[in-house]
């Protein structure tokens, strides 16, 4: 097991082009999150996956975000139309459900600079 | 709504102890979460309190109040290595990835 695995690493992008990142959760957990997270703030939801069903969106998500787990497995996030607000570390987790308190295991992070 | 407090920053000495508070005001509550983040890295879990009291693991314990709203995260003969940020979150329902998160304090460590 190598742990949740995130692609890019750092994503440099002008304002206005598209964006996509990758996440591989640890390969027998069936929940995924997306958090954003800025320099000195701790992680904000942002959307979760259950299996291959997006559950949940969080109102900071606007239409220009769009996830998708399409086979429950990796999950992707792109960003259509980059502002500079969009500047942020992306972080994904995963977990297994068990009815609570399970602990989430997060990537390194995409971490977008949007010129 | 959801309201979490830490302190932004903390110094302490190697080889001392430090204690890193945390208060919460929230809808819903159902248990508190603390994690670890080296700059530049992925959160890791330290631990997980849902019942008032102390849970202590190796040199790190964690102790809750529910009543009174309130976490602290202990550190015990503290290395260079535990510098980084530390994050509290509160889970509000059973969906422990929806946290709340606090935005964590930065600890340095000093020789």
């Known amino acids: 097991d190598t742990g949740v695995s995130q692609n890019p690493r750092h994503k440099i992008t002008k304002r206005g082009q598209n964006v996509t990142f990758r996440c591989d959760p640890i390969?027998?957990?069936?929940?995924l999150y997306w958090y954003r997270q800025t320099l000195g703030q701790g992680p904000e939801f942002l959307t979760y996956?259950?299996?291959?069903?997006?559950?949940?969106k969080s109102r900071l998500l606007s239409d220009r975000f769009s996830a998708e787990r399409p086979k429950g497995s990796f999950s992707t996030l792109e960003i259509q139309r980059t502002e500079q607000g969009d500047s942020a570390m992306y972080l994904c987790?995963?977990?297994?459900?068990?009815?609570?308190?399970?602990?989430?295991?997060f990537g390194s992070g995409t971490q977008l600079s949007v010129l | 709504g959801q309201n979490i407090d830490q302190p932004t920053e903390m110094t302490a000495t190697e080889g001392a102890i430090v204690q890193i508070n945390c208060t919460y005001q929230?809808?819903?509550?159902?248990?508190l979460f603390w994690y670890q983040q080296h700059a530049g890295e992925a959160p890791t879990f330290l631990s997980y309190?849902?019942?008032?009291g102390l849970e202590e693991k190796g040199r790190f314990s964690s102790f809750l109040s529910r009543s009174k709203g309130y976490s602290y995260l202990l550190l015990k003969e503290l290395q260079m290595k535990d510098s980084a940020s530390y994050l509290c979150?509160?889970?509000?329902?059973?969906?422990?990835?929806?946290?709340?998160f606090g935005d964590g304090t930065t600890l340095t460590v000093k020789p």
């Open positions: 987790a995963s977990t297994f459900l068990l009815g609570g308190g399970e602990k989430l295991f």
């Open positions: 390969s027998e957990h069936n929940r």
């Open positions: 996956f259950q299996n291959e069903a997006q559950l949940e």
């Open positions: 929230t809808s819903g509550f159902n248990g």
């Open positions: 309190n849902v019942l008032d």
């Open positions: 979150a509160v889970v509000h329902n059973t969906n422990a990835g929806k946290s709340t």
